[in-house]
């Protein structure tokens, strides 16, 4: 079970830090991705970390100011976001692909959570 949380309303240029609280299995096994889906739009890859954490990657609409990191001790996710703009508003949401190689296709990611909303204002 994964579960997302941190997200809010923030300002322009603001920051946030989203945390993904993973149960029932231990997240070390998987790459953990984090997807988001905005009012009107389909859901979209935003970044993954591997296993161990030595690779990640970004889309290019938040490299530069999204970071990705995991603590597989404490089973936990986290998105860093630094410089909203109003396109980042969404409902961002974790996930867990087990699959050989990490990968930005969502079909990849066999559990997902419920998402967290991010507002970002004017």
């Known amino acids: 079970q994964l579960q997302a949380s941190g997200g809010g309303l923030v300002p322009a240029g603001g920051s946030l830090r989203l945390s993904c609280a993973v149960s029932r299995r231990s997240i070390s096994a998987y790459h953990m991705g984090w997807f988001r889906q905005a009012p009107g739009k389909e859901r979209e890859f935003v970044t993954f970390?591997?296993?161990?954490?030595?690779?990640?990657c970004y889309a290019d609409s938040v490299k530069g100011r999204f970071t990705i990191s995991r603590d597989n001790a404490k089973n936990f996710v986290y998105l860093q976001m630094n410089s909203l703009n109003l396109e980042d508003t969404a409902v961002y949401y974790c996930a867990a692909d087990g699959s050989l190689t990490a990968g930005v296709e969502s079909y990849r990611y066999n559990y997902w959570g419920q998402g967290t909303l991010v507002t970002v204002s004017s």
């Open positions: 970390i591997s296993r161990s954490g030595s690779s990640t």
